[in-house]
């Protein structure tokens, strides 16, 4: 049987959000990105002849000592040779259903062996030497015109044709 009710049920992150930055004395509405020329293309070859990344928002380690606010402060864009992943990756200040699952298994959120599998069985032509991370950040514009065109570069750099974002 449907129960209905006059009210959502469920978490509402704009209302949220909005609420947020009116009581941190912004006095614009916080405006949610809405592109309307979706900045993905085709990929014009075969996925098996394409070299494909993955791209993260975990970090490779939290220095000792580094606050939480130290971190967000100096988020970073970064490269790391995919032969050299760490064990774990950092993913404590990173929010996610942490009932319904962990970051104990990095293949479950940064596929590189799998990724690495598919090189080798032929599925993509080969997989980037090199995987990116990209610390979150909620500011549309540090993203659009500080982490997107540096992880570009990077992928420019790797000659990549593609890149995977797995979902944290």
């Known amino acids: 049987m449907i129960k209905r ?3 959502r ?7 949220l959000s909005r609420e947020y930055y009116a009581a941190h004395g912004y006095s614009k509405t916080y405006e949610w990105i809405s592109n309307q020329n979706v900045p993905f293309t085709k990929l014009e070859m075969p996925l098996s002849e394409c070299r494909v990344a993955l791209l993260t928002t975990a970090d490779l380690e939290k220095l000792p000592g580094e606050s939480k606010q130290e971190r967000h402060l100096f988020r970073k864009v970064y490269a790391h040779p995919a032969d050299e992943a760490p064990e774990h990756f950092y993913t404590r200040d990173l929010q996610w259903d942490e009932e319904s699952t962990h970051t104990d298994d990095n293949d479950s959120f940064m596929p590189l062996n799998r990724l690495a ?21 909620y500011s549309q514009g540090k993203t659009s015109k500080k982490s997107a065109p540096q992880v570009l570069e990077f992928c420019k750099e790797d000659d990549v044709d593609a890149v995977i974002l797995p979902a944290l």
């Open 5 to 7: 009710r006059p009210y």
């Open 9 to 15: 049920s469920f978490l509402s992150y704009i209302d």
């Open 117 to 137: 599998e598919c090189a080798e069985n032929g599925r993509i032509g080969s997989a980037s030497p090199r995987f990116y991370g990209v610390m979150t950040d």
